[in-house]
């Protein structure tokens, strides 16, 4: 089955260093979600991207569709102790653009001060 | 944005016992789905639940062992049956709001502890 695998599974930094993380997916994808859950709390919807190639910028967070649609990545720059957090990329299966969602293995962020 | 809550937020639970999980929107939507989450693990999709129709289940959950119901457009139930240890997990319910919204909304989850 489709799978989407995520790296690195762990990520410390300290406060103003910039985190990345990367997702992979199997099969090619109609779209690629990021979500964030904080410590003790629920997936919080960040964004999607569809295009091939697309990069959209939130503010200090930069997320990039690779060409294909099977990878993307998140970028972090200066890192702040707010961002701390486990970062999930999900996907939906090559023809659709709804509904059930496959998610990666998340990255947890830990930010020191 | 909707709303969506769950109950109870946390139970500890006799093994063999049952436990039902329920979630609520504020609005009516189509698609309902229910994950499973080991602390700091990802997030298992466990079923899509549908208004009207039976529930579609993910390789390696049952309907026997994980029984759902969807009496309506804003409401969900997750059972979670004959509980052993190993069922010890957040249960997260979550929505998708339809074809003018294509992210999904989690509710806060119910921490489910079997002993």
């Known amino acids: 089955g489709q799978q989407v695998m995520q790296i690195p599974q762990y990520q410390h930094v300290q406060e103003g260093e910039d985190f990345t993380t990367y997702c992979n997916s199997s099969t090619t994808l109609s779209n690629i979600q990021w979500y964030k859950q904080r410590p003790g709390g629920h997936p919080v919807f960040l964004i999607q991207?569809?295009?091939?190639?697309e990069v959209k910028k939130q503010k200090r967070l930069t997320f990039q569709f690779g060409e294909a649609k099977k990878n993307s990545s998140l970028h972090i720059t200066a890192t702040q102790t707010t961002d701390v957090g486990t970062y999930f990329c999900a996907g939906h299966k090559g023809g659709t653009s709804y509904g059930k969602l496959t998610f990666g293995q998340g990255t947890i962020l830990t930010v020191h001060p | 944005s909707a709303v969506i809550s769950q109950k109870p937020s946390r139970d500890i639970c006799q093994r063999g016992t049952s436990l039902t999980i329920q979630c609520q929107v504020d609005s009516q939507v189509t698609m309902m789905f229910w994950y499973r989450q080991q602390p700091g693990q990802s997030l298992t999709l466990i079923a899509t639940?549908?208004?009207?129709?039976?529930?579609?289940?993910e390789s390696g959950f049952v309907i026997d062992k994980f029984p759902i119901s969807r009496p309506n457009l804003t409401f969900s139930t997750l059972t979670v049956s004959n509980m052993s240890p190993e069922d010890s997990s957040i249960y997260l319910c979550?929505?998708?709001?339809?074809?003018?919204?294509?992210?999904?909304?989690f509710g806060p989850g119910t921490r489910l502890t079997v002993t």
């Open positions: 979550s929505f998708f709001p339809g074809p003018k919204g294509y992210e999904q909304y």
């Open positions: 991207l569809v295009k091939s190639g």
């Open positions: 639940a549908n208004q009207g129709s039976e529930a579609t289940y």
